[in-house]
């Protein structure tokens, strides 16, 4: 079965100083992998997604993030946060499953401080 | 172009009472879903469909139920709400069922069951 890992429920930066948000990942054949992002009080909106093209993928706002299969993981980076970044963010992974076609992860949140 | 909308943005329901919310997209998905977010626990997929006139089950759908007349439109009916669906729910559609796609995702409605 398919499955993510986020292993930090919260993460607190200093504005300007890089954002590292660690993902990791479970599947059974080589999987599609997002990064979604959901402001306070807002709907999830795509940051990046990983579907077995490049292994380093540029998103949104500056965000990137690599997969790394020998170590099943998809960690999320920015080199300078911004307030604006404060936010939570889920790791997700495809399942080619009907009824689950989406795993996400529980979530990081992300505090800038100024 | 509207992407997803949800309706109501936000409800206060006593126990029992019977609830529909609606859900409609322009950008001609075929694959629409439902997920309930709750804190600590994530996103959990309620119901899909993953072409109009099908729907299926996801991972929490008891007490639930949903129906795809046509492309656009997915709503959610609570029969009898109940505290424990105290929530806030959120719909997505994408291009294709299965995770192979990215999904797009409404703002979301928050529910209170009293």
């Known amino acids: 079965a398919q499955s993510v890992t986020q292993l930090d429920s919260h993460v607190s930066v200093s504005e300007g100083t890089p954002v590292l948000l660690r993902c990791n990942y479970s599947s059974s054949y080589s999987p599609s992998l997002f990064w979604y992002v959901q402001h306070p009080n807002k709907g999830l909106q795509l940051l990046l997604k990983y579907t077995s093209a490049a292994t380093l993928v540029k998103g949104i706002n500056g965000f990137e993030a690599e997969f790394k299969k020998s170590e099943t993981s998809f960690h999320l980076t920015k080199p300078s946060a911004h307030m604006s970044d404060a936010a939570e963010y889920f790791c997700?992974?495809?399942?080619?499953?009907?009824?689950?076609?989406?795993?996400f992860g529980k979530g990081t949140r992300l505090s800038v401080i100024a | 172009i509207a992407g997803i909308t949800q309706a109501p943005t936000s409800q206060i329901l006593a126990a029992g009472r019977r609830m529909t919310l609606r859900c409609t997209q322009d950008m001609r998905h075929n694959a629409m879903y439902w997920y309930r977010q709750d804190l600590g626990l994530g996103l959990r997929l309620i119901h899909y469909s993953n072409t109009a006139g099908t729907t299926g089950k996801g991972e929490v759908p008891d007490g639930y139920s949903v129906s795809r007349a046509n492309t656009d439109d997915f709503p959610l009916t609570l029969a009898s709400a109940v505290p424990s669906q105290t929530s806030v729910y959120f719909c997505?559609?994408?291009?294709?069922?299965?995770?192979?796609?990215?999904?797009?995702f409404g703002p979301g409605t928050r529910l209170t069951v009293l």
């Open positions: 997505a559609s994408s291009e294709m069922g299965q995770g192979y796609n990215e999904q797009f």
């Open positions: 997700v992974v495809s399942t080619r499953s009907g009824n689950t076609p989406l795993v």
